[in-house]
């Protein structure tokens, strides 16, 4: 009972006294270790905001306007036909819900060049009936100057509307007619009106217009995408028992080609096929923290090193070690706080900066999505807070201990001391931890909801070999150290190899934090040149068309948008073509999640059309009275058709099934797609509008002279050659690695930044020894060389050990986790000249750094 | 609540004495309604597509056969139409961009005090559908229709949480025609007339699903439908309007349109419909309209004249006194904007000594709710 | 081999001349105007009290600290001519240094101790290698020679110093209470040494000291009190 106020009183006393003099007198320096934890808590909720809102509302870009929906009625191909929407006549009676249609396509605004600029998400909604909705009536938004004029604005041929994030975005305003390109077709939008949004949500990509402007607008009569379903008393939308009733009401005289569901379940579906991707993020944000927490150590760790003395002299006094272990624990939180609260600011400001990349990465991967306003949840402040508690507690745990083993003064003075973190130098812990990553690899995958497959041993045995990697990067350095030691033979390099091959604790560390970015970064390097090379190769194989027809202007991989049909047909008419593949794409639904249904010429893709097979056609036997299909590796690997089988999808016409008779590889998404005959197709689907088609000229005409020509005959449309087309894909391909690079930087510069620390840390440790060189003689000069060869050791010993970190990570996401998460086969490229320049820059960094924590720890002596 | 949108479609219900002949088409294109029209039903029960506005009416007071609980109800279908001379419309049979429609409809609960009740904006297509042919209509939660021997029409009105009112009606009294030679005429503007038709009389019974409990019905409702294409004269703030089945048989109909200086409009009016069917009306010289108490609305703090005198001088049977109380205060129908509130209900209806004579309906606009003039 | 300035100039016998030396530490004055010569091959005893400024002295005349007013030259090279970078060159060409606490480098052996000062003035690595494997055997440690300084004692640490600090043929040593960590076995050891190798090899010496013992090795002892020389 005696002991409790005791220690508070001394922790205070110690505190006072010491801590916070030390804070005092070194602002600048502590300015800089919040910061750092700051860069660390930030980096991770940065990435968790920024993909929260970038991928909050998949495809539901009309909830800017009509507000949040409570339940969806959608197709399984995501199409509705006006005359569907007859029968759902019953439900527009009641009151107790408001049925909002919705249709939406992609559309390209054209620049003065006549190229595409600015791809545009068209809505399109029943504008007047949208007055009945309750957010809409709160929000007040007005289609016009006066109600009284609506005859003016409905049915419009080309009408839009848009917020002014929009108009500010596209320059335009009112009354201004604005080229785009929509299915195929060159046509103007006119801008009737700039919403007044005060609160600024109405995304800058979105315009709005009456449906049939919109379904003129985009060639699609008669059809919409999905009836979205609104409360009308909105306050209800939590009472889970009314949903409930609802819900059930609904149900009850639902058509049953339709499907309902709440509307949090499509976004759960969605989101979950993005899973994968947002769990990579979310990995490569963990790394960053784990860093971040690295600097920490390193930064507290610095702290326990200068004031050595003090530790030393306190202990002389008889303060005892719990008092002083408490004290730097209680130092590291205290860092930890004012770091997580600053990295909540700092984060924000990360996702503000990358939440447009993200949703590039997003719409170019997945779904289109609009990006929401940044939040700020209390459930992120407290993922926040506590990540940096937890990581500078965990940070603070070694130095503190550190600080509890300094010997009181008497034994301290009698020179250098460094007592070190006995656990680096111990090869069991790394060892350990890479047979674990191995055994790991025996797990099986994880199945998400949406139907998306979690590597979770690849996952797992990444993370403990790069751990374990860090932990042997120790030996590494006192091995690499030695083989080094007969080369060095000035003075500097000779003192410098020395104390490499020493292998103090501070080194290992200062070592295996960059092990830990430089394994990532090279992993992540081999990953892309991994896809790039798979992709290249398969583009030579799959694409031998002499030219290549698509909608203009409209990017992305989850983006069905199409050409108008007779558009299509007017093209296929052109006299050069021999023959043409046409592609006809559309959303089906197996049991769980989303995948792709294809329509094709199956004859054509029997022989003419070239393909890389993973089974070629033939080599599985398709049930018979099932309709046969030639499936893609991802949807094999995902519905487990590998040794054929049957699959049963829900398309607007019921329930059907298909049998696979090849596996074809297919880099173009990962939902798995499965072609079928087109005329199959389009008796299923009861669309007749293509995606996209390769044409094979008749042998007497010249491609480019062909090109040319249907360019000018058809300029809504893209018309390419094979190696145009190659750019494009890749085009694409590096858009979606950008976030990947983006933390791959954020990793590299915090490593930096811990290789900068602890480097200084490692100068203070040896205070004595420059001392010592002084008086011996050692100039500045020579110190500073000293300097920067230590930190080019560590940097050639990070590079080594971290490359072969690497080397298993590219190993690892090559070959386990692209598999089970994608069900893409890579062909994995090394990509040995990134590897030596990687090297090289990371030895050059090293010196740099050695150079520039040598001046700065001098600076400071003086 | 017929008027609401439509204060441009202000009846005037007695001849001012001189014929003014109307013009074919207003100058926006729209027909005008032609004198000496016998309506041609059911062709006439249906939409009137040329002509630029147009309602259904129905209101009445019921009482459930088993409980004998008492309600009042409300159901209004509006048509509104766009630019008659607009060809360049894009519109989709589900899609319409030519016509508009509107649905009010409410239920009080006379016993519980209950009052609930729901508008919808919609455009002709396929939330709203009105037929051209004959009385066919859906229109957000409202469906009316003719019964299958004609013999009357029928209606189900739905309101919030699920409850619905369905009735057969069936005229007791022949259809009444309002006007000098089938024309309501509202102004001196030549255009400003319209057909004004009316069941004054309807005997109803059905059922009604209400918080969860379905009962039978049955009562006494009253029907309007009107067609027009004119617009409302200017200074002109408001009107109370009101129609009452009487016990003995007949029923009345009164309004007052207020004019900005507080006065009754000349236009203001009250009839009489006898038992057989004819009617008798006088001006507004005639009658005075008195507030004996006023309701404020606690939502929107509005306050509504809900208990009024009307005392009226009958050419032939001298002064007569109609006190009108509401059964129940809460009435106020708020739309989906708040500045389109307006208080219309059940009451009932006593003489000058205080005995109960009848039943009302009662529909006051304009006090401060605005006149739901967005859409004229 | 060496810069103009810095000059081989010990034929005038005179090892060290101090001149007038003053140094303050802010407004506390350390040295008061000291004047000090020490003859080459001379062994001179530097007594005082703690704070008497003997260590500012001796960082002085390394020129790790400059003076505030006043002259010091060594082999008739005034420190306050040279540049930082001619000091640096003096200190490890002219000067040998032993320190209490031996200060040998951690991460560097015995041998390599000593080796490194020499390859600090660019001695050819034959001759280098024979010089420290002469001194090694000279202070007794011949087969300590593969020892990091954690595994030697305080007293062949020390003897490790005190070859380092000779292995460059240094002209002065300043020994900063060199006995100071040791007991007398090894003190007397140490100070045995210290004797017969600036003997051996004509350096002068300046010897910090508290004991008195250790002025038996010693041509003279000089005292200092409160920033002032008591010479005897």
Same mark, same amino acid.
């Given at each position: 009972?005696?002991?409790?106020?005791?220690?508070?009183?001394?922790?205070?006393?110690?505190?006072?006294?010491?801590?916070?003099?030390?804070?005092?007198?070194?602002?600048?320096?502590?300015?800089?270790?919040?910061?750092?934890?700051?860069?660390?808590?930030?980096?991770?909720?940065?990435?968790?905001?920024?993909?929260?809102?970038?991928?909050?509302?998949?495809?539901?870009?009309?909830?800017?306007?009509?507000?949040?929906?409570?339940?969806?009625?959608?197709?399984?191909?995501?199409?509705?036909?006006?005359?569907?929407?007859?029968?759902?006549?019953?439900?527009?009676?009641?009151?107790?819900?408001?049925?909002?249609?919705?249709?939406?396509?992609?559309?390209?605004?054209?620049?003065?060049?006549?190229?595409?600029?600015?791809?545009?998400?068209?809505?399109?909604?029943?504008?007047?009936?949208?007055?009945?909705?309750?957010?809409?009536?709160?929000?007040?938004?007005?289609?016009?100057?006066?109600?009284?004029?609506?005859?003016?604005?409905?049915?419009?041929?080309?009408?839009?509307?848009?917020?002014?994030?929009?108009?500010?975005?596209?320059?335009?305003?009112?009354?201004?007619?604005?080229?785009?390109?929509?299915?195929?077709?060159?046509?103007?939008?006119?801008?009737?009106?700039?919403?007044?949004?005060?609160?600024?949500?109405?995304?800058?990509?979105?315009?709005?217009?009456?449906?049939?402007?919109?379904?003129?607008?985009?060639?699609?009569?008669?059809?919409?995408?999905?009836?979205?379903?609104?409360?009308?008393?909105?306050?209800?939308?939590?009472?889970?028992?009314?949903?409930?009733?609802?819900?059930?009401?609904?149900?009850?005289?639902?058509?049953?080609?339709?499907?309902?569901?709440?509307?949090?379940?499509?976004?759960?579906?969605?989101?979950?096929?993005?899973?994968?991707?947002?769990?990579?993020?979310?990995?490569?944000?963990?790394?960053?923290?784990?860093?971040?927490?690295?600097?920490?150590?390193?930064?507290?760790?610095?702290?326990?090193?200068?004031?050595?003395?003090?530790?030393?002299?306190?202990?002389?006094?008889?303060?005892?070690?719990?008092?002083?272990?408490?004290?730097?624990?209680?130092?590291?939180?205290?860092?930890?706080?004012?770091?997580?609260?600053?990295?909540?600011?700092?984060?924000?400001?990360?996702?503000?900066?990358?939440?447009?990349?993200?949703?590039?990465?997003?719409?170019?991967?997945?779904?289109?999505?609009?990006?929401?306003?940044?939040?700020?949840?209390?459930?992120?402040?407290?993922?926040?807070?506590?990540?940096?508690?937890?990581?500078?507690?965990?940070?603070?745990?070694?130095?503190?201990?550190?600080?509890?083993?300094?010997?009181?003064?008497?034994?301290?003075?009698?020179?250098?001391?460094?007592?070190?973190?006995?656990?680096?130098?111990?090869?069991?812990?790394?060892?350990?931890?890479?047979?674990?990553?191995?055994?790991?690899?025996?797990?099986?995958?994880?199945?998400?909801?949406?139907?998306?497959?979690?590597?979770?041993?690849?996952?797992?045995?990444?993370?403990?070999?790069?751990?374990?990697?860090?932990?042997?990067?120790?030996?590494?350095?006192?091995?690499?150290?030695?083989?080094?030691?007969?080369?060095?033979?000035?003075?500097?390099?000779?003192?410098?190899?020395?104390?490499?091959?020493?292998?103090?604790?501070?080194?290992?560390?200062?070592?295996?934090?960059?092990?830990?970015?430089?394994?990532?970064?090279?992993?992540?390097?081999?990953?892309?040149?991994?896809?790039?090379?798979?992709?290249?190769?398969?583009?030579?194989?799959?694409?031998?068309?002499?030219?290549?027809?698509?909608?203009?202007?409209?990017?992305?991989?989850?983006?069905?948008?199409?050409?108008?049909?007779?558009?299509?047909?007017?093209?296929?008419?052109?006299?050069?073509?021999?023959?043409?593949?046409?592609?006809?794409?559309?959303?089906?639904?197996?049991?769980?999640?989303?995948?792709?249904?294809?329509?094709?010429?199956?004859?054509?893709?029997?022989?003419?059309?070239?393909?890389?097979?993973?089974?070629?056609?033939?080599?599985?036997?398709?049930?018979?009275?099932?309709?046969?299909?030639?499936?893609?590796?991802?949807?094999?690997?995902?519905?487990?058709?590998?040794?054929?089988?049957?699959?049963?999808?829900?398309?607007?016409?019921?329930?059907?099934?298909?049998?696979?008779?090849?596996?074809?590889?297919?880099?173009?998404?990962?939902?798995?797609?499965?072609?079928?005959?087109?005329?199959?197709?389009?008796?299923?689907?009861?669309?007749?509008?293509?995606?996209?088609?390769?044409?094979?000229?008749?042998?007497?005409?010249?491609?480019?002279?062909?090109?040319?020509?249907?360019?000018?005959?058809?300029?809504?449309?893209?018309?390419?050659?094979?190696?145009?087309?190659?750019?494009?894909?890749?085009?694409?391909?590096?858009?979606?690695?950008?976030?990947?690079?983006?933390?791959?930087?954020?990793?590299?510069?915090?490593?930096?930044?811990?290789?900068?620390?602890?480097?200084?840390?490692?100068?203070?440790?040896?205070?004595?020894?420059?001392?010592?060189?002084?008086?011996?003689?050692?100039?500045?000069?020579?110190?500073?060389?000293?300097?920067?060869?230590?930190?080019?050791?560590?940097?050639?010993?990070?590079?080594?050990?971290?490359?072969?970190?690497?080397?298993?990570?590219?190993?690892?996401?090559?070959?386990?986790?692209?598999?089970?998460?994608?069900?893409?086969?890579?062909?994995?490229?090394?990509?040995?000249?990134?590897?030596?320049?990687?090297?090289?820059?990371?030895?050059?960094?090293?010196?740099?750094?050695?150079?520039?924590?040598?001046?700065?720890?001098?600076?400071?002596?003086? | 609540?017929?008027?609401?949108?439509?204060?441009?479609?202000?009846?005037?219900?007695?001849?001012?004495?001189?014929?003014?002949?109307?013009?074919?088409?207003?100058?926006?294109?729209?027909?005008?309604?032609?004198?000496?029209?016998?309506?041609?039903?059911?062709?006439?029960?249906?939409?009137?597509?040329?002509?630029?506005?147009?309602?259904?009416?129905?209101?009445?007071?019921?009482?459930?056969?088993?409980?004998?609980?008492?309600?009042?109800?409300?159901?209004?279908?509006?048509?509104?139409?766009?630019?008659?001379?607009?060809?360049?419309?894009?519109?989709?049979?589900?899609?319409?961009?030519?016509?508009?429609?509107?649905?009010?409809?409410?239920?009080?609960?006379?016993?519980?005090?209950?009052?609930?009740?729901?508008?919808?904006?919609?455009?002709?297509?396929?939330?709203?559908?009105?037929?051209?042919?004959?009385?066919?209509?859906?229109?957000?939660?409202?469906?009316?229709?003719?019964?299958?021997?004609?013999?009357?029409?029928?209606?189900?009105?739905?309101?919030?949480?699920?409850?619905?009112?369905?009735?057969?009606?069936?005229?007791?009294?022949?259809?009444?025609?309002?006007?000098?030679?089938?024309?309501?005429?509202?102004?001196?503007?030549?255009?400003?007339?319209?057909?004004?038709?009316?069941?004054?009389?309807?005997?109803?019974?059905?059922?009604?699903?209400?918080?969860?409990?379905?009962?039978?019905?049955?009562?006494?409702?009253?029907?309007?439908?009107?067609?027009?294409?004119?617009?409302?004269?200017?200074?002109?703030?408001?009107?109370?309007?009101?129609?009452?089945?009487?016990?003995?048989?007949?029923?009345?109909?009164?309004?007052?349109?207020?004019?900005?200086?507080?006065?009754?409009?000349?236009?203001?009016?009250?009839?009489?419909?006898?038992?057989?069917?004819?009617?008798?009306?006088?001006?507004?010289?005639?009658?005075?309209?008195?507030?004996?108490?006023?309701?404020?609305?606690?939502?929107?703090?509005?306050?509504?004249?809900?208990?009024?005198?009307?005392?009226?001088?009958?050419?032939?049977?001298?002064?007569?006194?109609?006190?009108?109380?509401?059964?129940?205060?809460?009435?106020?129908?708020?739309?989906?904007?708040?500045?389109?509130?307006?208080?219309?209900?059940?009451?009932?209806?006593?003489?000058?000594?205080?005995?109960?004579?009848?039943?009302?309906?009662?529909?006051?606009?304009?006090?401060?709710?605005?006149?739901?003039?967005?859409?004229? | 081999?060496?810069?103009?300035?810095?000059?081989?100039?010990?034929?005038?016998?005179?090892?060290?001349?101090?001149?007038?030396?003053?140094?303050?530490?802010?407004?506390?004055?350390?040295?008061?105007?000291?004047?000090?010569?020490?003859?080459?091959?001379?062994?001179?005893?530097?007594?005082?009290?703690?704070?008497?400024?003997?260590?500012?002295?001796?960082?002085?005349?390394?020129?790790?600290?400059? *003076? #505030?007013?006043?002259?010091?030259?060594?082999?008739?090279?005034? +420190?306050?001519? !040279? &540049?930082?970078?001619?000091?640096?060159? $003096?200190?490890?060409?002219?000067?040998?240094?032993?320190?209490?606490?031996?200060?040998?480098?951690?991460?560097?052996?015995?041998?390599?101790?000593?080796?490194?000062?020499?390859?600090?003035?660019?001695?050819?690595?034959?001759?280098?290698?024979?010089?420290?494997?002469?001194?090694?055997?000279?202070?007794?440690?011949?087969?300590?020679?593969?020892?990091?300084?954690?595994?030697?004692?305080?007293?062949?640490?020390?003897?490790?110093?005190?070859?380092?600090?000779?292995?460059?043929?240094?002209?002065?040593?300043?020994?900063?209470?060199?006995?100071?960590? *040791? #007991?007398?076995?090894?003190?007397?050891?140490?100070?045995?040494? +210290?004797?017969? !190798? &600036?003997?051996?090899?004509?350096?002068? $010496?300046?010897?910090?000291?508290?004991?008195?013992?250790?002025?038996?090795?010693?041509?003279?002892?000089?005292?200092?009190?409160?920033?002032?020389?008591?010479?005897?």
């Amino acid at each position: 009972m005696k002991r409790l106020p005791t220690v508070f009183k001394l922790l205070w006393l110690l505190f006072s006294i010491t801590t916070f003099r030390h804070f005092r007198a070194k602002v600048g320096h502590y300015f800089l270790l919040v910061a750092i934890v700051a860069v660390g808590v930030g980096a991770f909720n940065g990435i968790r905001q920024a993909s929260r809102a970038a991928s909050a509302n998949f495809g539901l870009f009309n909830q800017a306007v009509s507000g949040r929906s409570d339940f969806l009625i959608e197709s399984p191909s995501q199409r509705i036909l006006e005359s569907s929407l007859l029968d759902l006549q019953i439900l527009n009676e009641d009151p107790d819900w408001h049925l909002v249609p919705v249709i939406e396509g992609s559309i390209t605004t054209l620049g003065e060049d006549k190229n595409p600029e600015k791809q545009i998400r068209l809505i399109g909604l029943d504008l007047l009936a949208l007055g009945n909705l309750p957010n809409v009536l709160e929000q007040n938004l007005e289609f016009a100057e006066k109600d009284d004029k609506w005859h003016e604005w409905l049915g419009s041929e080309r009408d839009v509307w848009i917020g002014r994030k929009g108009a500010e975005a596209l320059g335009a305003q009112v009354g201004d007619e604005i080229p785009i390109l929509a299915s195929g077709r060159r046509m103007k939008m006119k801008i009737r009106m700039i919403l007044d949004d005060p609160d600024g949500n109405l995304p800058e990509d979105l315009a709005l217009g009456d449906i049939p402007t919109i379904q003129n607008l985009l060639s699609r009569k008669g059809e919409i995408n999905r009836v979205e379903v609104i409360l009308d008393q909105i306050e209800k939308r939590e009472d889970l028992e009314y949903l409930k009733k609802i819900e059930n009401r609904l149900a009850a005289v639902l058509p049953k080609e339709l499907i309902l569901g709440p509307t949090e379940n499509r976004a759960a579906e969605r989101a979950a096929m993005t899973a994968a991707f947002r769990l990579n993020l979310s990995i490569l944000s963990l790394i960053a923290i784990l860093v971040g927490a690295y600097l920490i150590l390193q930064a507290l760790d610095a702290a326990v090193v200068r004031r050595r003395v003090e530790i030393a002299t306190l202990r002389s006094l008889g303060i005892d070690r719990s008092i002083l272990f408490l004290a730097y624990l209680l130092e590291a939180l205290l860092l930890g706080l004012l770091g997580s609260i600053a990295g909540i600011g700092v984060g924000y400001l990360l996702a503000f900066a990358s939440v447009g990349m993200l949703a590039d990465t997003v719409n170019a991967l997945y779904f289109s999505t609009s990006i929401e306003a940044l939040t700020i949840t209390s459930l992120d402040l407290g993922i926040g807070i506590g990540l940096g508690l937890v990581f500078s507690f965990l940070a603070g745990w070694l130095p503190a201990r550190d600080a509890t083993q300094t010997p009181p003064a008497q034994i301290l003075a009698r020179g250098d001391w460094s007592p070190g973190f006995s656990l680096l130098k111990n090869p069991k812990i790394g060892l350990s931890l890479i047979a674990v990553g191995i055994l790991s690899l025996l797990l099986p995958p994880f199945v998400m909801e949406g139907g998306s497959n979690m590597p979770l041993g690849g996952f797992i045995a990444a993370g403990c070999w790069i751990l374990g990697l860090a932990f042997l990067s120790g030996h590494f350095l006192v091995l690499i150290a030695g083989w080094m030691r007969p080369l060095c033979i000035t003075p500097s390099s000779r003192l410098a190899c020395s104390r490499l091959q020493d292998g103090s604790s501070r080194h290992r560390l200062a070592v295996a934090g960059l092990v830990v970015a430089v394994g990532m970064v090279t992993g992540m390097f081999q990953m892309i040149d991994s896809f790039r090379g798979t992709i290249q190769e398969w583009f030579e194989v799959r694409f031998q068309a002499d030219l290549y027809v698509s909608e203009r202007g409209v990017t992305g991989a989850g983006n069905l948008n199409g050409i108008d049909p007779e558009l299509m047909d007017e093209l296929l008419s052109d006299s050069t073509i021999r023959f043409a593949d046409v592609m006809h794409l559309c959303y089906a639904k197996p049991k769980t999640g989303i995948t792709i249904l294809a329509g094709v010429d199956l004859d054509a893709w029997n022989d003419r059309v070239q393909q890389i097979w993973l089974k070629p056609p033939g080599s599985l036997k398709s049930r018979e009275g099932v309709e046969p299909a030639l499936i893609s590796e991802a949807f094999a690997r995902r519905f487990d058709l590998l040794e054929g089988g049957v699959m049963e999808l829900d398309l607007p016409s019921g329930r059907k099934s298909i049998s696979p008779y090849g596996i074809f590889s297919d880099y173009g998404n990962e939902f798995g797609t499965a072609a079928i005959d087109s005329e199959t197709w389009k008796s299923w689907t009861g669309s007749r509008r293509p995606v996209n088609a390769s044409l094979y000229l008749k042998d007497e005409f010249e491609v480019n002279a062909a090109r040319d020509r249907l360019r000018v005959a058809f300029p809504g449309l893209d018309v390419r050659n094979g190696k145009e087309l190659r750019e494009v894909a890749l085009g694409i391909f590096e858009q979606t690695f950008k976030a990947t690079d983006a933390l791959s930087l954020i990793g590299l510069a915090v490593a930096f930044a811990g290789l900068l620390l602890g480097l200084l840390s490692i100068f203070d440790e040896s205070n004595r020894t420059w001392q010592t060189l002084r008086h011996l003689g050692f100039s500045t000069r020579q110190f500073l060389w000293s300097a920067s060869f230590e930190g080019a050791g560590i940097g050639l010993t990070a590079w080594v050990s971290g490359s072969i970190a690497g080397l298993a990570m590219g190993w690892l996401l090559v070959h386990v986790i692209n598999v089970q998460s994608f069900g893409w086969t890579l062909i994995w490229n090394i990509p040995i000249g990134e590897f030596l320049l990687f090297g090289i820059l990371l030895i050059g960094v090293g010196f740099f750094s050695g150079f520039i924590s040598a001046n700065y720890w001098n600076f400071r002596r003086k | 609540m017929k008027f609401i949108p439509f204060m441009f479609l202000l009846i005037h219900l007695f001849s001012h004495g001189e014929w003014i002949q109307p013009p074919l088409r207003t100058s926006t294109g729209f027909r005008v309604p032609s004198p000496d029209h016998y309506p041609n039903f059911p062709r006439d029960h249906g939409a009137h597509r040329e002509y630029a506005l147009e309602w259904w009416y129905w209101i009445g007071h019921l009482r459930s056969v088993e409980d004998k609980r008492e309600f009042g109800f409300q159901a209004t279908v509006f048509r509104v139409a766009g630019d008659p001379t607009d060809a360049n419309k894009l519109e989709t049979s589900l899609f319409g961009s030519r016509q508009l429609h509107l649905a009010h409809s409410a239920l009080s609960d006379l016993n519980s005090g209950e009052y609930i009740h729901c508008e919808r904006i919609l455009r002709e297509g396929w939330q709203a559908k009105v037929s051209t042919k004959t009385l066919s209509m859906k229109v957000g939660g409202i469906e009316a229709g003719l019964l299958t021997k004609k013999e009357g029409h029928k209606i189900s009105v739905r309101y919030p949480n699920g409850a619905v009112l369905r009735l057969a009606l069936i005229p007791s009294k022949p259809l009444v025609r309002f006007g000098d030679r089938g024309l309501s005429r509202k102004g001196s503007e030549p255009a400003s007339v319209s057909w004004y038709w009316t069941y004054t009389r309807l005997e109803a019974k059905g059922t009604l699903f209400y918080r969860g409990v379905e009962r039978k019905v049955e009562g006494l409702a009253w029907m309007d439908h009107e067609i027009s294409s004119s617009q409302l004269g200017k200074g002109l703030v408001g009107w109370d309007w009101t129609c009452m089945h009487l016990n003995d048989g007949t029923e009345l109909k009164a309004y007052r349109l207020r004019t900005e200086e507080g006065s009754c409009d000349p236009w203001s009016a009250v009839y009489w419909i006898n038992s057989d069917g004819s009617t008798t009306s006088v001006k507004s010289e005639n009658f005075n309209w008195l507030t004996e108490k006023f309701w404020k609305s606690p939502k929107t703090k509005l306050e509504y004249p809900t208990s009024v005198k009307i005392i009226v001088r009958h050419p032939t049977r001298g002064v007569c006194t109609y006190r009108i109380r509401p059964l129940i205060e809460n009435q106020e129908f708020h739309g989906n904007r708040a500045d389109n509130a307006y208080w219309e209900g059940a009451c009932e209806v006593l003489d000058s000594t205080n005995k109960r004579i009848g039943k009302a309906y009662l529909e006051l606009a304009g006090y401060g709710g605005g006149l739901g003039a967005r859409l004229n | 081999m060496f810069d103009k300035t810095v000059t081989d100039n010990y034929h005038d016998k005179i090892a060290l001349q101090v001149r007038e030396a003053r140094k303050d530490f802010g407004k506390v004055p350390v040295l008061k105007g000291i004047n000090l010569e020490i003859q080459v091959g001379e062994r001179v005893a530097l007594m005082g009290p703690s704070g008497s400024g003997k260590s500012t002295l001796l960082n002085c005349i390394c020129g790790i600290e400059p *003076l #505030d007013s006043g002259e010091i030259s060594l082999g008739g090279n005034s +420190l306050s001519n !040279l &540049s930082n970078h001619e000091l640096d060159k $003096l200190r490890r060409e002219k000067i040998g240094y032993v320190f209490q606490s031996f200060h040998l480098l951690p991460t560097l052996s015995a041998f390599e101790n000593i080796e490194f000062s020499a390859q600090l003035v660019g001695i050819k690595k034959n001759q280098r290698l024979e010089l420290v494997s002469h001194l090694l055997e000279r202070v007794g440690l011949s087969n300590r020679a593969s020892h990091f300084p954690d595994a030697l004692s305080g007293g062949e640490r020390q003897r490790v110093a005190l070859a380092r600090a000779l292995i460059h043929k240094p002209r002065l040593i300043l020994a900063d209470e060199p006995t100071g960590s *040791l #007991d007398t076995a090894n003190g007397n050891q140490v100070l045995e040494l +210290l004797k017969s !190798l &600036s003997e051996e090899h004509g350096v002068s $010496l300046l010897l910090v000291t508290h004991d008195h013992t250790s002025t038996q090795i010693c041509d003279r002892v000089i005292t200092m009190k409160d920033g002032n020389l008591e010479i005897f």
